[in-house]
């Protein structure tokens, strides 16, 4: 059995190294096998700044955009050869062939088209009687409606001596419907309307 040898006997042309050395290779070592830290945030400013100009963009486009009015068999609009577009201030009143409505809320329920054509809504909503134009249940809702738009107007710096109103009739309505609700938006000091149509070709 032999005894061990010293380490330094093993290899006794290998030299010693120095501790600085080793400390100048070590940190060598540190930088070669040294990279970046992983990223573990999102920069969201460059994002949000590409979102800011997407919603100016759309918010332009949208109010310059023609409305989209869902059509059916209660509600066909009338066409135009005018080629303006639309206002999209005011209150939105549509008139179907069936009901009356305030922008979702109805109104009031339509008779026949033959009733309708000889003497408008029936004379119990009228103020007095079947030859008058005054729609009752229409002025009230116009009366709130018309509060709101005032106060509206007065915070936005325009006149608030009258209000607009966009009315969206069905191409068959009566003639003595649609003068019905003008002469009650008028009463009700709407004082400019603008009537929705179709742009035709």
Do not use: C
Request: hydrophobic fraction near 40%; proline fraction near 6%; charged fraction near 25%.
């Amino acid at each position: 059995m032999t005894d061990s040898m010293p380490p330094s006997s093993l290899n006794p042309s290998r030299p010693k190294a120095s501790a600085a050395k080793v400390k100048a290779e070590l940190r060598k070592a540190i930088r070669r096998n040294a990279h970046e830290p992983d990223i573990n945030f999102l920069n969201i400013t460059a994002m949000l700044d590409i979102m800011t100009i997407i919603l100016v963009f759309l918010l332009k486009s949208l109010g310059e955009s023609t409305a989209t009015v869902p059509q059916s068999d209660d509600l066909q609009i009338p066409t135009s050869v005018l080629n303006e577009e639309r206002n999209n201030e005011g209150v939105v009143l549509t008139v179907t062939k069936s009901q009356i409505l305030l922008g979702d809320d109805i109104i009031l329920k339509l008779p026949s088209r033959e009733s309708l054509a000889q003497s408008g809504v029936g004379a119990r909503f009228k103020r007095s009687g079947p030859n008058d134009l005054f729609i009752v249940p229409l002025g009230n809702a116009l009366r709130n409606a018309r509060n709101i738009d005032k106060q509206i107007r007065a915070a936005r710096g325009k006149d608030p001596s009258t209000s607009e109103a966009i009315i969206v009739a069905d191409n068959d309505t009566p003639y003595r419907l649609l003068i019905e609700v003008l002469f009650t938006l008028g009463q009700s000091e709407f004082g400019k309307y603008h009537l929705m149509v179709m742009q035709g070709k």
